[in-house]
């Protein structure tokens, strides 16, 4: 199934036989590995409802370019029968004028539906709502609900939780899950069986992050999107881990030092990845320019005591790495709500002392490392062996120190003026540390070697 040219209508009618079968998960990893011809082929001839039922997925790539191949009408059917916020996805990543004209394509109710979804930013709470939910008047009974939910299931993303909603203003009034509606009798009141606390809501602008964090907390399946008072449609717990697992693969992208890809990584042009990556290591490469600068600054005693140049390589890459491993740590406490910006100073607290002490790890290792090689005649540092060990393990307790303190802070102080945290990627924190790094270096041997070697 990986031939690039067209297969013979018999034989795609053959193939779409036997993808019928499969489990959509299986389908959709098919799909995503043929190319998009082949692929709009097959799905062409896939009966219409599993056609629905694979463009629901989130895993199938290529969607809008898919929908963009089908003839106008049929792919207005379809996104009229998707899910609500998954035909709202596709939309978005539309270009015009092809998302306008499946827009006036679908009916009146469904594009006013879609438009509410698309009118919000995304990353919020209303760009991933469905408005596809259980809802049911407060003086139905729970047969009347039980019956109700059987008609409707097919349409709704999820049944596992109802809402109690005024029929005339739409107020949301409560929210319970499957299980208290079959345990109850069916002549009860939804209203009694209900519980009496006010539901767990969001706000339609509330990020993606923050929506994962109630759900988690609260242990729901679904959390109403409410905005005064009315509920506009449920954000469910599969479409939070889909965003967040996007969400997460960007900021890794951006960690590791270059732009977050759009495709997959085998999917990926080549010049596309090289501007992806290009950009961010051009950047990188001026940044390390300034290490250059420093060490011309303090050539004349580079030129003095040769042997300092021994040890850059150490010095850069301890502080380097301390720096990556605190701004990791607070990237990922700041993402789980663990801490707010409230809390850099506690961060300082603890990230000073840390660093010193990992400072003083590293230092005695150093030390330790220069007296082998001296005693056991593996290199001579000179006659002066013993206060080139002292620079060395004073300066990685301060550059250690630094790097913890300058990764911690990277990520507060992007939050602060509206980035990404994620932005604070390991190879601008390590490039940072670099140049300050061998200033601390060459400052420390300035102080130390003074009178002997300098």
């Not at 029968?81 to 092809?98: N, T």
């Not at 509606?181 to 602008?205: K, Q």
């Not at 990237?331 to 002490?357: F, H, K, N, T, Y």
């Amino acid at each position: 199934m990986n031939e690039s040219s067209p297969v013979a209508d018999d034989d795609a009618v053959a193939i779409a036989r036997i993808l019928a079968n499969d489990h959509v998960a299986d389908v959709v990893e098919a799909l995503n590995q043929e190319p998009r011809e082949l692929a709009s082929e097959l799905l062409a001839e896939l009966p219409f409802e599993r056609t629905v039922e694979i463009f629901d997925q989130p895993e199938l790539e290529e969607a809008p370019e898919l929908v963009e191949s089908l003839p106008r009408e049929r792919a207005a059917k379809l996104l009229a029968a998707m899910s609500a916020d998954r035909a709202a996805d596709v939309l978005r990543e539309l270009s015009e004028p092809a998302r306008s004209q499946l827009l006036h394509a679908l009916a009146p109710g469904v594009r006013h539906s879609l438009l509410a979804i698309l009118g919000y930013p995304e990353g919020s709470a209303g760009s991933i709502m469905t408005t596809e939910y259980v809802s049911v008047p407060p003086d139905w009974t729970i047969g009347a609900t039980l019956e109700y939910i059987r008609k409707v299931e097919r349409t709704r993303e999820t049944v596992y939780a109802i809402y109690v909603v005024d029929p005339l203003t739409r107020n949301l009034l409560r929210a319970f899950g499957l299980r208290r509606l079959i345990t109850g009798a069916p002549e009860d009141r939804i209203i009694d069986i209900a519980p009496e606390h006010s539901p767990v809501t969001v706000s339609p602008l509330m990020d993606v992050e923050q929506v994962a964090h109630l759900i988690r907390k609260y242990d729901l399946l679904a959390v109403p999107v409410v905005e005064d008072e009315k509920i506009l449609g449920i954000v469910t717990v599969d479409d939070v881990l889909d965003t967040m697992i996007e969400e997460n693969t960007e900021d890794v992208h951006r960690f590791g030092g270059m732009e977050a890809l759009d495709e997959p990584y085998m999917k990926m042009g080549f010049f596309s990845m090289i501007g992806k990556r290009g950009g961010w290591l051009c950047a990188l490469f001026l940044s390390e320019m300034l290490t250059a600068s420093v060490m011309q600054h303090y050539e004349v005693e580079l030129e003095k005591a040769i042997v300092l140049t021994l040890f850059i390589p150490l010095i850069m890459s301890s502080g380097g790495n301390s720096g990556s491993q605190a701004t990791s740590l607070v990237i990922r406490a700041l993402a789980l709500r663990e801490i707010s910006l409230a809390d850099w100073w506690r961060v300082v607290m603890r990230e000073l002392p840390s660093g010193v002490v990992l400072g003083t790890m590293l230092g005695l290792v150093g030390v330790v490392r220069i007296t082998l090689w001296q005693t056991l005649g593996l290199y001579d540092y000179g006659p002066h062996w013993e206060l080139i060990a002292a620079t060395v393990g004073v300066a990685l307790v301060g550059i250690v120190t630094f790097g913890s303190l300058t990764g911690s802070m990277l990520p507060f102080v992007l939050k602060r003026i509206g980035f990404d945290p994620a932005s604070a990627s390991a190879p601008f924190v390590a490039t940072l540390v670099d140049v300050t790094g061998l200033a601390i270096y060459f400052t420390v041997a300035l102080m130390i070697l003074r009178g002997t070697l300098l």
